[in-house]
C-alpha cells in the first residue's frame, strides 16, 4: 500500500501554495453570494447585528429648539447691557412646561423660565442660566449679557431629517441604539444572521461531557469555531461528527451545504481525512476545490472550495490551525454574506489593532506568512509584544496570546525590539 | 418661587466635585456586594461570561503521547546514520489506529505507521515524517536521521493534569471555549448575569415607535445604556418610566432597588430631575446618596449612591453624559459584581486601547477629567485621532466616534501633535 505523500519532498518551497490573499480572491472570482435576507429586530435585540439598510433621520431631532440649561429664555437684545451688579430687569412670563409646546411667547422685555430639555419659546433667541438671574416677583433679574442663540440646541443640531445617521452593513454598537432610539424607531432592519455549518471529522475525536478512551482527545475546535463564528454574528450549527470514511464525509457535506450559508468542514489533522474534505467538496457539487493548501503558518494545509454556491472551507485539525484559518477565511466570508462595511476603525488589520515593540526575534521564511500568537505587556517603554511559544496543536498558546502580530510573506524574520502591529483578540 | 441655583455662582471651579476616582472609591468604602451567584452554562452559551471558578485541567493533554506527522513511528537509534540516499531499513510493525491504544509496540528495527493525532506506540520514540519515507512490502526505508522526542506531542504537553488553565473572573473567549473543549467540560460554571435596572425618567420622553407630540423627543438613554449593559455581560431590565414627581420616581426606585444588583436612574436633563434622583436615592434607603457631582466632562452632574447594598447611579439626561457616566461607572460596578479580573491586554485603560497623534488642540480645564470623542483615521504617518465636535446632547457625535481621549485634571489643554492614547469602544 502506498501512503499519500511517501517519498515526495516535503514543505521547502512555500511557492507551490497560493498566500492567503491569492487564495481568498481565487474563492471571490467564483463565489458571489447574494447578502443573507433581512430581518426587523427589537431595538434591544439589535446591538451587534448588521444593518440591512442605510438609516435617515426621518425629522430633525430635536425637533425644536430646546434649551440647553435651567433658566430664562429671554431676547438677547434685551440683556445686552446686563452684568452681575447692573441686572437687565425683564417682566416673568409665566413657565415653559417640560414635554410640551409652549403655551407662552417670550415678547420684549420678557423672560419664560424653561428647564434643560424644554421647548424654548416663540419669541425667545437665547437661554440665560438660572446661577446668573434673581426672581423678585414678577420680575426676573439678568445679571449676565446673553448673544442669540447661546444655551439653545437648535432644531435639527443633533441630526437632520433625510440625513444618513448609519449605514447599510454597520455593525449596532450600544451608541447606535442610541442614534436609532433618537430617531423613533422601534424595529431595526438587520441582516439574518448567517448559518455556519460545523463538520467535524476524525476517529479519535470525542465530545465534551463523555469519557475518553486510550487514544482518544476531545473535540475542542468544533466548540471554538462555533464560538468564533457566533462572536462574529454568525449562527453556528454544530453538525454530528463523522468518521474519516469518504461516503460518510460526502453524505455529511451534502446535508450542510442544503441548509448553510458556509459550511466549515473540520477534518482531522492527518493527510488522510484533510484529501477526504478536499475528495468530498470535489464529489458533492461544482465547480469544488479552488484552493488546496496556503502559504500560511499555521493553517497550511487549509482547503477552500464552493459548492452550488456555498463556501466550503476544510479546516486543519490542530486546533491552533483551525482558529486561525477560521479567523483567515471564515470571518472575511461571513462578513460577505452580511455586507459588512470595513470598520472605519484605525485598526485596519481587520479589527482593533495596537502597536509595540517586539521582545524576542521571530523567524519566518520567505514565501510564507505567519499568524504569530503574542502576549502583550505594559512596560515604562510602552507596550511589550512577547510571542507565545506552542506548536498549532497548542491550544494553551491562543489562551496566553492577547493578539496576532502577521509576518508579511516577504520576510524572513522580524528582529527584536522592531515596531510591531498586533492584531487584537 | 425660588428656582433651584437662582442667584448661585456657576460651576467654575471644579474642585467642588470629587474626581471620578475619588467618587468611585467614596462609593467602594461603603458597597462591598457579594459576588453574583453562579450557574453553569453549556459550552456553547460561555462566550462572553464571567468564569465563577478556577478551571484546572482535570487530565494531561494530550492524554498520551501523540504523533505530530503522518508517517513512522521508529526508534531514533535506528536512523541514526540515514540519509536520503543511504535509507535505515526497518521492519514494518503495522498500523497504529486513530482514536485507539496502539495494539503494537515498535521494537528494535521496527517501524509502525502513524498518522498526525495518532497514538505514538510504545517502544517508539520519534516519528518521521511520511515524505522522508518509502514503503517497499514489509520494509520501511528511513531516509533521515531523527531524534528522540521528534514528531511527537508528549503526553501534557498542551495542559498538565491540576494546572490551572482559565482564571475565575475571566471572560471566555472563542480561544477559552477552546481549552474548556478540549478539558471535556461540557458544562461551564460562570456567574449570573448582574441585573440592573434602568428607569427614566422626565416627562418629555416617549418610547421609540410612538408618535412625538410637540415639545417631546425619544428615550434613547435607556435603550443605549441597555444595549451598553448587555455588551458588558449584565442583564438590563428597562422599567416603565416615571414623571418628574417625588413619589413617582421614589416609588419606582423602591420596586427597582427589590429586583436589581445595579440600578440606573436616568433623570430628565433639568436641575429638578436631578435633585428627584438624589431625593428619592436618600429617601428609598440608607446610607442615600454619597457623591452628588463629579470633576468629570461630559456627565458632571452623576449621582452615586446606595440603597440597602445595591448601588444607584443617578444618570444625567443628556444622552452623551448617560452613555459616558455608564462607562465611567456603571462598567465597573458590573465587573465588581462579576469578580471580572482586569484584561491583560496592554490596552489598560479598561479594555482595547491604541495610540496615535492628536490632530487638533483639545482645551480643557485643570481639576476636570474629559472624555474626549475621537474619530481614527489611518494615515502615512500614523494613526491620526480627530475630536469630534458635539455637545453633550449630540449622539451623532458619539455614533462618529472610535473611542474616547481621556485628559487628566491637571491638564488645561492637549496640543496638536501629542502623541495621545484611545480608548476604543
Not at 432644531?155 to 433625510?162: F, K, M, S, V
Not at 497548542?394 to 510591531?420: F, K, Q, W, Y
Amino acid at each position: 500500500m502506498r501512503r499519500p505523500g511517501e517519498g515526495t519532498t516535503p514543505a521547502g518551497t512555500w511557492g507551490d501554495w497560493l498566500a492567503p490573499a491569492e487564495a481568498w480572491q481565487r474563492v471571490r472570482d467564483v463565489w458571489q453570494p447574494a447578502l443573507v435576507g433581512q430581518e426587523g429586530v427589537p431595538l434591544t435585540g439589535a446591538r451587534g447585528r448588521v444593518l440591512a439598510q442605510d438609516v435617515r433621520a426621518p425629522a430633525d431631532s430635536p425637533a425644536f429648539d430646546r434649551s440647553a440649561m435651567d433658566g430664562y429664555a429671554v431676547r438677547a437684545a434685551d440683556t445686552a447691557a446686563a452684568a452681575q451688579d447692573v441686572p437687565a430687569r425683564l417682566a416673568y412670563a409665566g413657565d415653559v412646561p417640560m414635554g410640551a409646546a409652549s403655551p407662552i411667547a417670550v415678547g420684549p422685555g420678557q423672560a419664560a423660565w424653561v428647564a434643560t430639555g424644554s421647548m424654548v419659546p416663540p419669541g425667545a433667541d437665547s437661554v440665560v442660566m438660572v446661577e446668573r438671574t434673581t426672581r423678585e416677583g414678577e420680575t426676573v433679574l439678568i445679571r449676565q449679557a446673553a448673544k442669540p442663540g447661546d444655551n439653545v440646541v437648535r432644531r435639527g443640531d443633533d441630526l437632520h431629517a433625510g440625513a444618513v445617521v448609519l449605514r447599510a452593513g454597520r455593525r449596532v454598537r450600544p451608541h447606535d441604539v442610541a442614534a436609532l432610539a433618537s430617531m423613533g424607531l422601534a424595529q431595526v432592519p438587520v441582516r439574518r444572521r448567517p448559518r455556519v455549518a460545523i463538520i467535524a471529522g476524525g476517529d479519535e475525536l470525542v465530545s465534551p461531557g463523555a469519557p475518553l478512551a486510550p487514544g482518544q482527545i476531545y473535540d475542542a475546535n468544533s466548540y471554538a469555531m462555533a464560538a468564533q463564528i457566533d462572536e462574529w454574528g454568525g449562527e453556528p450549527a454544530i453538525l454530528p461528527r463523522v468518521h474519516d470514511r469518504p461516503e460518510e464525509v460526502r453524505a455529511a457535506l451534502e446535508r450542510a451545504v442544503g441548509g448553510a450559508d458556509v459550511v466549515l468542514l473540520s477534518g482531522g489533522s492527518s493527510v488522510g481525512i484533510k484529501d477526504l474534505s478536499a475528495e468530498a467538496i470535489d464529489a458533492v457539487g461544482r465547480p469544488g476545490v479552488l484552493v488546496h493548501g496556503v502559504a500560511m503558518r499555521p493553517a497550511r494545509p487549509t482547503v477552500l472550495g464552493v459548492v452550488d454556491g456555498v463556501l466550503v472551507i476544510g479546516i486543519p485539525g490542530n486546533p491552533v490551525s483551525a482558529m486561525i484559518a477560521c479567523e483567515v477565511f471564515a470571518r472575511p466570508a461571513l462578513e460577505s454574506v452580511l455586507g459588512v462595511q470595513p470598520a472605519r476603525q484605525a485598526g485596519t488589520m481587520g479589527d482593533y489593532s495596537t502597536q509595540g515593540r517586539l521582545a524576542a526575534r521571530v523567524r519566518s521564511q520567505v514565501g510564507r506568512r505567519d499568524y504569530v500568537r503574542v502576549r502583550l505587556e505594559r512596560t515604562a517603554e510602552g507596550i511589550a509584544v512577547h510571542p507565545v511559544p506552542g506548536g498549532s496543536n497548542a491550544i494553551r498558546s491562543m489562551v496566553d496570546a492577547d493578539g496576532l502580530l502577521v509576518v508579511p510573506a516577504e520576510r524572513e524574520a522580524v528582529e527584536e525590539g522592531a515596531t510591531v502591529e498586533v492584531r487584537l483578540f
